[in-house]
Nanobody, 116 residues
Framework: QVQLVESGGGSVQPGGSLTLSCASSGFTLAHYTVGWWRQAPGKEREGVSCISRGDDSTYYPDSVKGRFTISRDNAKGTMYLEMSSLKPEDTAVYYC?????????WGQGTQVTVSS
């Protein structure tokens, strides 16, 4: 059974940094392209990064490019999202999943709040 457990969220001031972690089980992380999504109140869930299987190439939308960095440790079955220069508009619940996402595998997410 696939499980994805996000952690590392919190409250930070604008310009601050956070690193999110995603512990996976029930599948082999190295075999999949995976990513991070976020959902802000009243908005649809959006992808904010992905990392490809094999060559670990990464993708970021313009909204987070240069500020967010995705990485993975296949041996630990864990993926990460380093976030810096955080803005209030980054406030959301952050989720990890395969890319494209598995509909039945969304975790609880981890809340990130950026506010002064």
């Amino acid at each position: 059974q696939v499980q994805l457990v996000e952690s590392g969220g919190g409250s930070v001031q604008p310009g601050g940094s956070l690193t999110l972690s995603c512990a996976s089980s029930g599948f082999t992380l190295a075999h999949y392209t995976v990513g991070w999504w976020r959902q802000a109140p009243g908005k649809e869930r959006e992808g904010v990064s992905c990392i490809s299987r094999g060559d670990d190439s990464t993708y970021y939308p313009d909204s987070v490019k240069g500020r967010f960095t995705i990485s993975r440790d296949n041996a630990k079955g864990t993926m990460y999202l380093e976030m810096s220069s955080l803005k209030p508009e980054d406030t959301a619940v952050y989720y990890c999943n395969a890319d494209p996402p598995w509909s039945n595998s969304w975790g609880q997410g981890t809340q990130v709040t950026v506010s002064s």
